[in-house]
């Protein structure tokens, strides 16, 4: 996981509700609206009572609440035209995040992965090359997971009005901290179709324009599962918290050595811990175990990628 400067400010991510939008408990229950809006309501946090209804006879439909969350995030991008400040970002994770936990039944799986022929592969790749051109262990993960969500497209797309609906393309967030606090994952588009060397070209960019600042607001909204990495902080293990509305994210640990039987004989190999946190409305913990297999084969085979 990267951390950029304390100085930055990032756009909101898509399911982080727009901070004007969000207030204290929504009094949904008191307010004559469709069922498809308050169904909106409640996944954005929109309390019904600011709302103005156009339907019959004042009612709130599904368009009004569009109506509200357009005007809200109009207004956050006309007062910071750069993004939100961090103070704004944290409050609008923290509601994404208690909206997560509370709404969607997380079920959680790891893996162990033996990735010494992928360092074995990396270290031939990068002999000849200088460091801004090296490829790292993250590129090939990114690769890995878009490829493997693109067999198993239930893990990649958005769960709406209460059923899944999956993505054409596989567009993987790639979580990036915030010092000081905080949690981004812009997409990296169409990551399946990149070689690995255009997916750590891609990265550094993203990274890069992070810190400047300089993130378009379609890689914030258009992230269909997330990625994310604390091995460079010393984590064997992580277990994410899914962004609503996504439906998956994925976590890599460190490559740690530790003793692995190869064809019968113990050697001291490199393993990596890749773990799966899944919404149980859309996928089930064969389907996920599938999944992450998926992962580990294509790591141990990066030629392949």
Not at 34 to 58: E, H, K
Not at 190 to 208: F, Q
Request: hydrophobic share 45%; charged share 20%.
């Amino acid at each position: 996981m990267i951390e950029p400067p304390a100085t930055m400010s990032i756009a909101p991510h898509p399911t982080w509700p727009p901070i004007s939008a969000v207030s204290p408990p929504p009094t949904i229950g008191r307010m004559r609206a469709s069922p498809a809006a308050r169904r909106l309501a409640r996944s954005r946090n929109v309390n019904l009572a600011a709302v103005a209804g156009s339907g019959p006879g004042g009612a709130i439909i599904f368009k009004d609440i569009e109506r509200q969350l357009t005007a809200a995030t109009m207004t956050v991008e006309k007062k910071f035209p750069k993004g939100l400040d961090l103070d704004a970002m944290r409050v609008a994770i923290a509601a994404a995040m208690a909206r997560s936990k509370r709404e969607i039944p997380h079920y959680y799986l790891e893996h162990q992965v033996d990735v010494t022929p992928c360092e074995a592969w990396l270290a031939r790749m990068n002999a000849t090359r200088p460091p801004e051109s090296r490829l790292l262990m993250g590129a090939v993960a990114m690769k890995a997971v878009a490829l493997a969500v693109r067999r198993f497209p239930t893990f990649n797309g958005f769960y709406v009005n209460g059923k899944f609906e999956p993505s054409s393309g596989v567009h993987p967030g790639m979580a990036i901290a915030i010092r000081g606090g905080g949690l981004a994952a812009p997409a990296i588009h169409d990551a399946d179709r990149l070689s690995c060397d255009a997916l750590m070209a891609s990265m550094r960019d993203l990274v890069a324009r992070m810190r400047s600042g300089r993130i378009r607001s379609s890689e914030i909204a258009d992230a269909t599962v997330t990625v994310s990495s604390l091995g460079e902080r010393g984590v064997d293990v992580l277990y994410g918290i899914i962004y609503p509305p996504q439906v998956a994210i994925v976590g890599f640990g460190k490559v740690v050595a530790r003793p692995w039987i190869v064809d019968g004989v113990v050697l001291p190999n490199s393993i990596v811990t890749i773990t799966l946190s899944g919404d149980h409305r859309v996928s089930d913990g064969h389907g996920g175990a599938l999944f992450l297999a998926e992962i580990g084969k294509l790591l141990q085979e990066p030629d392949k990628l």
